[in-house]
């Protein structure tokens, strides 16, 4: 029993190891040592996406019932996918020079609404509302260095979209054609982590290439939210 415990409590470090990440991503941000920015950004993506699965397999829920594992997941998503990706964009000169502070804290203040929701996970497994992917959109943008101007219309847009309540999938748990989209993320994120390696000039192959999974995805999400109902919109 205790052994468990252990590990349960190793669990939580494991979660909590993202908030330290996130730490050091931001003062390499600072350095504008991007690159490697990236790289905590990219094993603070692979921390989230395990730990879950470690949670199940030890079953922290039932061994640590007053620890709230979902409330320290969220603080360091939001950490990592949401302040760490804005500081990079005004540091990455990313924005339109006098605009990029309100332009880097509109995604700030989108997702804090967003995390807050009841329902920002819904119970069949979706996001409601733009999930806060700002550290993929800060990414591409670094890397096809798009228009300052696009840039910020662009982070507007996703802004107002955390608050439109579209259902996004959630991947590791989708209601349909898990495998399929469980593999072509992983396709996507090995890709992913050979375009950090090729910065700052990443192939152009790979980065029109790895547009394939986020296409995907949109089109399998938005297909899904075509298919409800009235009845399942009123719930």
């Known amino acids: 029993m205790a052994g468990n415990l252990f590990l ?29 920015a990236f790289w905590l950004m990219a094993l603070a993506v692979l921390i989230d996406a395990s730990d879950g699965t470690f949670a199940r397999m030890v079953r922290v829920k039932e061994l640590i019932p007053w620890f709230d594992g979902d409330r320290l997941e969220d603080i360091v998503d939001y950490l990592n996918y949401v302040l760490v990706p804005s500081l990079l964009l005004i540091r990455a000169d990313l924005l339109p020079q006098q605009d990029a ?39 591409y943008l ?9 840039n910020a219309f662009l982070i507007l847009i996703l802004s107002v979209l955390v608050f ?4 996004y999938l959630y991947p590791s748990r989708s209601p349909i054609l898990r495998g399929l989209t469980n593999s072509l993320g992983i396709l996507w994120g090995i890709t992913i982590l ?11 192959f790979l980065v029109f290439a790895s547009f394939l999974f986020p296409a995907y995805y949109l089109t399998l999400s938005l297909w899904l939210e075509a298919r409800r109902g009235p009845a399942d919109i009123t719930k």
């Open 142 to 150: 670094y890397v096809m260095q798009t228009p300052r101007w696009l």
């Open 101 to 139: 502070s309100w332009l880097a804290a509109a995604p700030l203040a989108a997702s804090a609404y967003g995390f807050c929701q009841k329902e920002a996970k819904t119970s069949d497994h979706f996001f409601l509302g733009f999930p806060s992917y700002w550290n993929i959109v800060a990414f």
């Open 194 to 204: 050979i375009m950090i390696y090729q910065l700052p000039d990443p192939s152009a």
């Open 8 to 36: 349960a409590w190793l669990v939580h470090l494991y979660t909590a190891s993202g908030a330290v990440i996130a730490f050091f991503a931001l003062l390499l941000i600072e350095q504008a040592k991007f690159q490697d």
């Open 164 to 167: 439109v309540p579209i259902r």
